[in-house]
């Protein structure tokens, strides 16, 4: 799953204890494996190898450079949402024409930057934005590729702010209108709609909804190619679980199994936009205990970790596992599970020091004995922690450590006080 192990009552990422790193660089630090965002990232790629798919990352789930270099260096071709993670993806070295480009509110300038990098495919979200993509291309006299996103009005089963493939969502056309999107623009000699898009939603924890949407997809496609248009490419979007406890989701090979099949010579290039199934499991968000206290019957173990750093929690319920670095081999836990309860633990809320009630981190955990200074780590933090930070309470962001073997090097320093400051310092 990943590379974050007790040994001897001490976690460890890869071979470096963690509480080394945080002495050389600090709290709250993000932590993340090398050796896990290669394994998941070969994982995706061989259980999908029968389909030959450009595997685009979804860099908002963890968009560090250095982590994009690593992941470009094995070949990953990127999905982006924003002309901001365009520019990330170009600094990475990643190939542009293995680019998607995704989002709902594309401006003209982040279009026009997208066609000057040469992008794969933009991946339409509305017919507003494909006349106004035909519009641009047409000026430019330029050919640009397209892909349609439909939402098959599947029901991922996620939480209700992550679910984008029903009918009603924002994202996408729904199947009926796709057909007359094709009628209206697919002979368009500007924009080669070429494409069908699906991402129903994130994170999915079964393969059922994946199925289901692929098999809609190729229905669409049928009736498409049927009435004369080229259809050559099926992006199947992102979504694949992570484990944040213990098995909670299939592994890539395990969507693959029942993915593949299905798509299996339709001739259609196939594009998969994981993001959580790399980066998730592949980090961690490592903080100290500033001090323990109670209030009422509670125990709050407050940590210099915050909402600012870590917000699904907050904006979602979402489970993190949380143990301190260094229980002890008395408290090494047997695994990460939501109902752990060891000989000697007792319950604590794990909170921040940010001024909002919804500053927690976990909620109501069994946990060994915490003091003050104490190492506390939150697992499967790689995935939309550290991209989602904040600077409330101005807050300076973490640093970002990446662990290879038996070394580690920061891939971001952490925020000072100057850089909070540093786009308002402007000429009296
Ligand atoms: N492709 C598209 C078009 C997407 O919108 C997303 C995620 C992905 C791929 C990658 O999904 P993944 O494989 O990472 O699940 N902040 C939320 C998740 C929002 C996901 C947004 N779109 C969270 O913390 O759970």
Redesign the pocket.
Known sequence: MDQFVYRDGELYCENVPVARIADAVGTPTYVYSAATFRGHYRAVTEGFRDLRPIICY?I??CQNLHILKLLAGLGAGM?V?SGGELYRALKAGADPARIVY?GVGKSDAEINQAIDAGIGWF?IESEAELANLVEIARQRRQVVRAAL?VNPDVDPKT?R??S?GKRESK?GVDLERARRVFDEFGRSEHVRLCGI?L?IG???FTVEPYVEAVTKALDLIAELRAAGFTIDTLDL?????ASYHDGQSPMPGDYAARIVPLLRGRNLQVII????????NAGILLARTVFVKRGGDKQFIIIDAAMTDLI?PA??D?FHFAWPAAPGTRFVPPGRRTDLDMPGCTAADIVGPVCETADFLARDRKLPPVQRGDLMALFTAG??GFV?ASHYNSRPNAAEILVDGDSFRIIRRRETYDDLLAAENQPE
């Not at 979007?237 to 679980?241: A, D, Q, S, V, W």
């Open positions: 979804s908002k789930s999905d949402v995704a991946n996103r939480h702010h992550t984008t994202f898009h991402h994130s994170p999915v979007g992102g979504g694949f679980g936009e994981p993001g959580r199934s790399i980066s998730a699904r904006l979602y979402a995935a939309y989602m």
